[in-house]
């Protein structure tokens, strides 16, 4: 059977909500991340692109570029509420779902053509996620998810756009290798050096050739060039949460040992998070005590990766959810609502040192294990 793959994408998201909450905003460059000139840009809108001014730029840089745009620091808090409002709409529409980051979904709409005019109905999942939140939302509408996700980069901004399989390799050729999906910037270049610019002139490349180049690599980046991608779309509901657990050697009321616990827990698993790329938009906590009585509490908060941000919940969720005062046999954590994205998503201070001194712990620990450096608490 033919795949049907459909691929939403919030339009320039954080700008988009900001723009919401306030609407003089419209029309206007917006440049949103960390206010000082060692702060990063998270997101920016078309406006401020036309100045050369994109995602990741130095603050500093962007407004030397535009300095005429309105500035934001980011409301991650925010924009995980917007996020989960669109999350659910697609939850009562679609048959199966994908959440890939806060501001993207997969929908699997595989056999539904035999009741529904897949585009149709498509299109009337955007005209309602519109309406409901008002926020803008492009499609890429096909066989697979490359392929989707590459016509929704060319429906933008707020447009739609359906592909269907015999206008695949038209529609691919004559678009810049950089359209393919987790094609990097030294991948591109080796290409580019190569003479290979566009996705066609790469397609028509013996896929061999390009595994000498490339390596391993190469044969998924020449499979994507010909439009074929078979990863499967999957369900969202059923994306596995990760968590840790402590069993005492001797039941315990010492509060300061548990928090210590509590701490490492939380170290091990934002090494996970930022490791695979995730975010995490729910924390629980569970404690067990000496009779086997268990509870647990849970939490939602702004999608996050970072230690000192996870340790400060779990924190407050244990000091509400410990209030028998008996001995404590077993505690855990479990993080759970991941979502692909990278630390810096939700990071919207005025200086990038916190970022890269993560990026320096994690290469310690992956070099050295995980007990080699630790966070201490501020």
Partial sequence: MERTVLHLDLDTFFVSVERLVNPSLEGKPVIVGGMGDRGVVSTCSYEARRFGVHSAMPMRMAKQLCSQAVFIRGDMEL????????????????????????????????????????????????????????????????????????????????????????????????????????????????????????????????????????????????????????????????????????????????????????????????????????????????IRYSNFDTHDM??????TAFDHVLRDVVNGIFDRLYNRRMMIRLVGVRLSELVNGMPQLALFDDNIELTQLYAAMDKIKRRFGEQSVHLVAG
């Fill in 79 to 286: 924009y995980s509420r917007y996020s989960r409002l669109v999350t659910e709409i697609i939850a009562d529409s679609a048959p199966v779902y994908e959440k890939m980051s806060i501001d993207e979904h997969y929908l699997d709409l595989t056999g539904m053509d035999r009741f529904h005019n897949c585009q149709l109905w498509s299109h009337e999942l955007r005209q309602k996620i519109i309406r409901e939140t008002g926020l803008p939302i492009s499609f890429g509408l096909s066989e697979n998810k490359t392929v989707a996700k590459i016509a929704t980069g060319e429906a933008k901004p707020n447009g739609e756009k359906q592909v269907p399989v015999p206008y695949i390799n038209s529609f691919l050729d004559p678009l810049s290798i950089h359209k393919i999906p987790m094609a990097g910037v030294k991948t591109c270049a080796l290409l580019h050096s190569m003479g290979v610019d566009t996705i066609g002139v790469l397609r028509q490349l013996p896929s061999i050739a390009v595994v000498q180049v490339l390596g391993k690599h190469g044969m998924d980046l020449w499979k994507k060039a010909n439009g074929h991608d078979s990863t499967p779309v999957c369900p969202y509901q059923e994306r596995k949460s990760i968590s840790k657990e402590r069993t005492f050697e001797q039941d315990t009321i010492d509060v300061v040992a548990i928090k210590h616990y509590l701490a490492r827990m939380v170290e091990s698993l934002g090494f996970d998070l930022r490791s695979q790329h995730k975010l995490a938009g729910c924390v629980t906590v569970k």
């Fill in 298 to 303: 849970q939490q939602r908060i702004p999608y």
